[in-house]
Nanobody, 122 residues
Framework: QVQLVESGGGLVQAGDSLRLSCTASGRTISSYAMGWSRQAPGKGREFVAAISWSGGSTYYADSVKGRFTISRDNAKNTLYLQMNSLKPEDTAVYYC???????????????WGKGTLVTVSS
């Protein structure tokens, strides 16, 4: 079992930056591919980014490509999402996820955190 806890959300203005963290406990994350998804008010959960076990491969949704960067520090058992040039449409609850396999679009990941809210004002 892996427990995931997200942090770093908050209220920011358009154009600002924010870094989310996801701290894992229970097992080392080096055995897991990890990712971020988000859910905006009234919408379904959507893929944001994913990263392979060692961090050598990363994947992004077109909507965040060039603005967001996913990274991981396996020694600290932590996943990150650096978000730059934030837009109001980035407002959502952001969830981190982990799975032994790299899942397309984070679909069906085994473990999920409870999320952290990011609000971007215009």
């Amino acid at each position: 079992q892996v427990q995931l806890v997200e942090s770093g959300g908050g209220l920011v203005q358009a154009g600002d930056s924010l870094r989310l963290s996801c701290t894992a406990s229970g097992r080392t994350i080096s055995s897991y591919a990890m990712g971020w998804s988000r859910q905006a008010p009234g919408k379904g959960r959507e893929f944001v980014a994913a990263i392979s076990w060692s961090g050598g491969s990363t994947y992004y949704a077109d909507s965040v490509k060039g603005r967001f960067t996913i990274s991981r520090d396996n020694a600290k058992n932590t996943l990150y999402l650096q978000m730059n040039s934030l837009k109001p449409e980035d407002t959502a609850v952001y969830y981190c996820a982990a799975d032994p396999r790299l899942r397309p679009q984070n679909y069906g990941m085994d473990y999920w955190g409870k999320g952290t809210l990011v609000t971007v004002s215009s």
